[in-house]
Every structure is written in structure tokens, then in C-alpha cells.
């Protein structure tokens, strides 16, 4: 199982992921990937799922739910990455 690892990926070395991926997968296994993945062939869903997405960010803010420059500014501060403050939660 994955879960938001392979977006981070280009579209050749995830290519080449998804087509190993299956070799070590017993027969009747399955592998299963809850990433979010953009479909450039739809445009329209995708400006929706972005809007969307940015306004529940808004609106996290003020709960403290760190962005991603806020995550980067709080890491430049040396606070261990592995971990968040107590309160914070992270925005998705």
C-alpha cells in the first residue's frame, strides 16, 4: 500500500514504478495506491479539486494547520521533521 509517495515522482520514473511495482505482489494480491493523481486530460475537474483545495486550506489556517511554507519556514527553524507541534495539524 501507498499513500502520497508516488506524486512526487516525474511521469518516467513513476512509469517505470508502477511497472515494477506488481513483482512483488503475490498472485490474487493487490497493490493499492490512495495517492491523488492530476488527470492533465481534465482540466476542468482538476481547476475545481484546486479550488477546493486551497479553500480548505483558508480555512484551516486559523485552526494553525501549517501550509507548505509554513512547514518550510518551521524546518529552516530546525524543528524535527518527522514530528509536529503539539495543536498543529498538517494541511492536505
Known sequence: MS????HWL???PLA???GQVTAPVRDGGVFV???HMIDETTPQINA???ARR???MDQ???EG????SGRRRLAAKGAALAGRPPGVRALR
Open 65 to 68: 494547520a501549517l501550509d507548505r
Open 10 to 12: 516525474h511521469n518516467q
Open 16 to 18: 517505470a514504478l508502477y
Open 48 to 50: 475545481v479539486q484546486r
Open 54 to 56: 486551497l479553500m480548505r
Open 33 to 35: 495506491n490512495a495517492d
Open 60 to 62: 484551516a489556517k486559523p
Open 3 to 6: 499513500a502520497r509517495a508516488p
